[in-house]
């Protein structure tokens, strides 16, 4: 009797420990949460200075390099905003296309919205133009050029820049009004058009060529869609090829051969196919039709990886990922066993990143997502 009534009372000596520990931890909450404005404001004071004054060109070193400020295509995905592909090449800052997000990303990534040099159009679907009015807005409101924004583009791009121009042409107004010459300089507003004629079939045609970088066009097969090309940049030694929107393509192949790094788009005919069945059964003929359309314009993983592997490339970086990759297992669906076509590849999503150091052979993975 008198053991229990010991273990009753070290019971209760527990009871009481626990209720004193949960009685501060609750007063503890209790103030957190009173004072969580405060507590708030002292992050973000802490935060602030390195959020504004983040830029990733101060800390690369001198080499190529890739950034996807965005994955993937026309399809809604957390993880894929629409094509766009960063490039910088020692000082210079370029995109090469601008979707849905991309420009937002780009800034997230640590790069200076007021520091890109040109953008480079590889061909002129929605997905791939609809980020550029917000990309001239941030690049002009957000850094001290007195131009406008320079946009390289195969025959076709004037109109697209001056369609912008115009729909944003009210816009400019209202901000020059609002904070003056100082932010908003109206002969930096808007966008530049830099046209040039798509080249033949293994023919290249030059764009810049300063400072060791050199930016060429080529033609790539997005039939019915043209004009549509790709991008090779070459500087110190390393080399990127970008494809743009293509169906497997000999033109990329021939231009690919021996580069460093191969970003390539690919849509998965399996899972588009699965949902061409899926909208057919629900009694959805328009997305059944666009389901069934889709696939003869674009390259399959397994012929980007066979394209990887004919031209002999340093690494295979996969974008414009169609469907997006939204639940598990499904990336191994998508590839289809591209990868033992060629074996080094990554599947992008935004934010994943590589560095091609100068004069080196070097492929380094620098990021691997947002």
């Known amino acids: 009797m008198q053991k229990t009534e010991e273990i009753w009372k070290l019971w209760l000596q527990r009871q009481k420990r626990l209720l004193v520990v949960l009685g501060c931890g609750l007063i503890l909450l209790g103030l957190g949460y009173s004072q969580r404005a405060t507590i708030a404001e002292?992050?973000?004071?802490?935060?602030?200075?390195?959020?504004?004054?983040?830029?990733?060109?101060?800390v690369l070193q001198d080499g190529l390099h890739v950034a996807l400020c965005g994955a993937g295509g026309p399809m809604p995905s957390p993880r894929a905003s629409g094509p766009c592909v960063v490039v910088v090449a020692g000082d210079q800052l370029f995109l090469v296309d601008a979707g849905a997000n991309g420009p937002r990303n780009f800034a997230r990534l640590g790069y200076p919205l007021g520091g890109i040099d040109a953008v480079f159009l590889t061909h002129f679907h929605s997905d791939h133009i609809d980020g550029l009015g917000e990309l001239?807005?941030?690049?002009?409101?957000?850094?001290?050029?007195?131009?406008?924004l320079t946009v390289y583009g195969p025959e076709?791009?004037?109109?697209?820049?001056?369609?912008?121009?115009?729909?944003?042409?009210?816009?400019?107004?209202?901000?020059?009004?609002?904070?003056?010459?100082?932010?908003?300089?109206?002969?930096?507003?808007?966008?530049?058009?830099?046209?040039?004629?798509?080249?033949?079939?293994?023919?290249?045609?030059?764009?810049?060529?300063?400072?060791?970088?050199?930016?060429?066009?080529?033609?790539?097969?997005?039939?019915?869609?043209?004009?549509?090309?790709?991008?090779?940049?070459?500087?110190?030694?390393?080399?990127?090829?970008?494809?743009?929107?293509?169906?497997?393509?000999?033109?990329?192949?021939?231009?690919?051969?021996?580069?460093?790094?191969?970003?390539?788009?690919?849509?998965?005919?399996?899972?588009?196919?699965?949902?061409e069945d899926t909208a057919k059964s629900l009694g959805n003929e328009i997305m059944a039709k666009v389901m069934f359309d889709v696939p003869d314009y674009h390259a399959s993983p397994r012929e980007a990886a066979e394209t990887a592997r004919d031209a002999g490339v340093g690494h295979l970086l996969y974008y414009h990922v169609v469907p997006p990759i939204i639940v598990p297992g499904q990336e191994a669906?998508?590839?289809?066993?591209?990868?033992?076509?060629?074996?080094?590849?990554?599947?992008?999503?935004?934010?994943?990143?590589?560095?091609?150091?100068?004069?080196?052979?070097?492929?380094?993975?620098?990021?691997k997502g947002m």
Do not use: C
Request: net charge negative; charged share 15%.
């Open 42 to 58: 002292r992050l973000l004071a802490a935060a602030l200075p390195k959020q504004l004054g983040t830029n990733q060109l101060e």
């Open 136 to 148: 001239a807005t941030l690049r002009w409101a957000t850094g001290d050029d007195l131009t406008p």
């Open 156 to 275: 076709g791009v004037d109109g697209v820049i001056a369609g912008f121009n115009a729909a944003y042409a009210a816009d400019f107004g209202y901000r020059n009004d609002h904070h003056g010459d100082l932010v908003a300089p109206l002969s930096a507003a808007g966008l530049t058009a830099v046209p040039f004629t798509t080249p033949p079939d293994g023919e290249l045609v030059t764009l810049l060529s300063e400072g060791g970088l050199t930016i060429e066009a080529l033609r790539v097969d997005h039939a019915p869609v043209s004009p549509a090309v790709g991008y090779l940049f070459t500087y110190r030694g390393r080399t990127l090829l970008i494809s743009g929107d293509t169906a497997q393509s000999d033109n990329i192949t021939r231009f690919a051969e021996g580069i460093d790094l191969l970003v390539h788009e690919a849509l998965s005919p399996e899972i588009i196919g699965m949902m």
């Open 333 to 367: 669906l998508w590839l289809n066993g591209a990868g033992d076509i060629f074996p080094d590849y990554t599947v992008g999503y935004d934010g994943v990143s590589f560095s091609l150091p100068a004069n080196s052979s070097e492929i380094i993975q620098t990021r």
